[in-house]
Structure formats: structure tokens, C-alpha cells
């Protein structure tokens, strides 16, 4: 379970992942020993599972994003696990879900222009087999984008 303590450093590290040990430590009123204990066993029982830098993907050229919604007859073990491992690998893809409902998967994907879409469109179902529709939707306005999750008080 959480304490106030708690989701108070989760909050502040998802706003500014490189604030230093003493900022977090004075923001929650500890001192710097019990503060990173604090941060050492979030990250040890998996709240914190990664620190990462956020990247302006229109400055890095990526002006195209894709939501991919999939749906296949195959529900097999072995087709799963060749397809999710298939799809980990392209670098394209940042967030895969299975589903339930209308589609069996729903990706969100981001690359440069259309044509590097067909690239991946085309890669992706001459390298999966079984795919029986891919629907490609996109984005013409992003309207928010967050990492920060909501913490529960």
C-alpha cells in the first residue's frame, strides 16, 4: 500500500524525473536517507518501473501517427507469441494492446510521412500470417499526450 508519502514521490518523479534526491527529499519533508529508501523499495515492488527522457517526436521528424486496430482468427499460443514478438521488435510501434471486443489488437504507431507508414503496413502483414483486417487510422491534431498516470490519494 501506498502512503501520502508515497504517491506524493511518485507524482513529483512523473512530472520531472531528474529532480535530485535532496528536491524529493525536502518536497516530502524527509531527510535524504529515508527519502531514497522510500524510492529504493517503490522501484524494488515495481511502482517505478523505468526513468526515461520525453522526446518531441515532430522535432525527430515524425509526423505521422497511426492508431492500428487488428483483427485475425488466429488465437493460438505459438501465432501469439510469434506475432507479439514480431511486433515488439518494430521500433514504429509504441504501445500494443490486446483487446477484447470489435478488434482483437490495437497498436499506436508513429513514423515520418505515409510512405514509411506503407513500409510498415506492408511489413507487418507480409511478416504476420492470419491478419484478416487492419484498420489504419490517423491522427490529425494531437489534443494532450501524458505518461503521468493518475495516483489515487
Known sequence: MLDKIDSKLLRLLQQDCSLSLNTLA??????????WKRLKRLEDEGYIIGRVALLDGAKLGLGLTVIVMI????????????????????PEVLTFYRMAGEYDYLMHVEVVDMKSYD?????????IPGLIDVTSNFAMEKIKYTTVLPIPD
Open 71 to 90: 483483427k485475425t482468427q488466429q488465437h493460438n499460443s505459438e501465432w501469439y507469441e510469434q506475432f507479439v514478438a514480431f511486433i515488439k521488435a518494430m
Open 119 to 127: 513500409r510498415f503496413y506492408k511489413r507487418m502483414v507480409n511478416g
Open 26 to 35: 525536502e518536497a516530502v519533508n524527509l531527510t535524504s536517507t529515508p527519502c
